[in-house]
């Protein structure tokens, strides 16, 4: 990823849901007010996921809200917006989206150097209770430290 990038919208709710097996970046075919709309962060995807339909990767329930001064021309907020990858990235994701206990979910959505609209999808497995429970412990004796080395300095 570039250092010039701005994040419209994060999942960060997947990464305590799920364990992250492997990341990929893929473009999304937006429409203008749709570009609009994520460019005023009016978006969530915290419960969003990708399918694959006739070989192609598509993005669900992704809410992207209308753009006020489209009017006629506006979008649907809940609509399946394609994702753009190469030959070998989608093969990969259809293969693990027909593995059982595997998901597909976008972890971010941003805009590059160039201007375009990317997200970070990845592949994830769910997390059990016990799982998660220890990411919290994990976390909080991470602050504990944190605490006890910037009181000891």
């Not at 990464?15 to 992250?20: A, W």
């Not at 005023?40 to 969003?48: L, V, W």
């Not at 206990?101 to 769910?126: C, E, M, R, W």
Request: with cysteine; net charge positive.
């Amino acid at each position: 990823m570039t250092l010039n990038m701005e994040v419209v919208a994060e999942n960060r709710k997947a990464r305590f849901e799920y364990f992250i097996l492997e990341e990929f970046e893929a473009g999304i075919v937006l429409l203008s007010s749709e570009v609009k709309s994520l460019r005023e962060r009016k978006a969530n995807i915290s419960d969003a996921y990708v399918i694959e339909k006739n070989c192609e990767i598509w993005l669900h329930n992704m809410h992207i809200s209308e753009y006020k001064a489209a009017n006629l021309k506006n979008h649907k907020p809940k609509r399946e917006r394609k994702l753009l990858l190469h030959k070998k990235e989608v093969n990969k994701l259809i293969g693990h989206i027909k593995t059982a206990g595997i998901t597909v979910v976008p972890l971010s959505i941003y805009f590059n150097d160039k201007g375009l609209a990317k997200t970070k999808i990845a592949i994830v497995k769910g997390k059990k209770l016990y799982d998660k429970r220890a990411t919290i412990k994990q976390r909080e004796w991470d602050r504990e430290k944190n605490r006890l080395s910037k009181n000891n300095f």
